[in-house]
């Protein structure tokens, strides 16, 4: 069975750094593209970042050069460093599989259950 | 960046009723649509991949079609459990891959 159990959320003040981090099981991890997604509260859906299989990486504009997505290999986990924080981070960010094996498509088969960001003084 | 525009944002529809939700995109995107159900406090599921070709377990009520700039997600007999909001995704060209609006499909 597939689960991706994301960790690491909280509370962060502007300028602040956090770490997100998606435990990864019933599937080979690096067979696939993982994914970060995120939800501002009541708002709808924006792709962060995605990592494929070889380690190469995408960032959505908004995130490019303060976001850094990498993975864990013993843990088979995925995990997004996140720093320089803003308020309009500020998040219910998902982790979530590609849903074709190999090199990204990009739209998404298994979701986490969401962990919340908010950044805020 | 492509940007996908659905309509309406709210669809009121009574249950048995059929639904039919529309996206845009601001550029041929040929077939590469996805669309995602999204129920209060749950991640986004996915529906449609492909504009047409339901994802696994998906109930065959649910269909898709449309290529290019114009798609549709069709609900044949809305189900109480179908009250839900609905976005669709562009994956044609990325980064990034982008979302709709989304649209609520709520109780008449």
């Known amino acids: 069975e597939v689960q991706l159990l994301e960790s690491g959320g909280g509370l962060v003040q502007p300028g602040g750094s956090l770490r997100l981090s998606c435990r990864i099981s019933?599937?080979?991890?690096?067979?696939?593209?993982m994914n970060w997604v995120r939800q501002a509260p009541g708002k709808g859906l924006e792709w962060v970042s995605a990592?494929?299989?070889?380690?190469?990486?995408f960032y959505a504009n908004s995130v490019k050069g303060r976001f850094t997505v990498y993975r864990d290999n013993p843990y088979n986990s995925v995990s997004l460093q996140m720093n320089s924080l803003r308020a309009e981070d500020t998040a219910l960010y998902y982790c979530?599989?590609?849903?074709?094996?190999?090199?990204?498509?990009?739209?998404?088969?298994?979701w986490g259950q969401g962990m919340m960001v908010t950044v805020s003084s | 960046e492509i940007v996908m525009t659905q309509s309406p944002a709210t669809l009121s529809v009574s249950p048995g009723e059929r639904a039919t939700l529309s996206c845009r995109a601001s550029?041929?995107?040929?077939?590469?649509l996805a669309w995602y159900q999204q129920k209060p406090g749950q991640a986004p599921r996915l529906l449609i991949f492909?504009?047409?070709t339901r994802a696994t377990g998906i109930p065959a009520r649910f269909s898709g079609s449309g290529s290019g700039t114009e798609f549709t997600l069709t609900i044949s007999s809305l189900q109480s459990e179908d009250f839900a909001i609905y976005y669709c995704?562009?994956?044609?060209?990325?980064?990034?891959?982008?979302f709709g609006g989304g649209t609520k499909v709520e109780i008449k």
């Open positions: 979530a599989k590609d849903a074709v094996a190999g090199d990204g498509y990009l739209f998404f088969d298994y």
């Open positions: 492909a504009a047409s």
């Open positions: 990592i494929e299989g070889d380690g190469t990486t």
């Open positions: 995704q562009q994956y044609n060209n990325w980064p990034p891959p982008t």
């Open positions: 550029q041929s995107i040929t077939n590469n």
């Open positions: 019933g599937f080979t991890s690096t067979s696939y593209t």
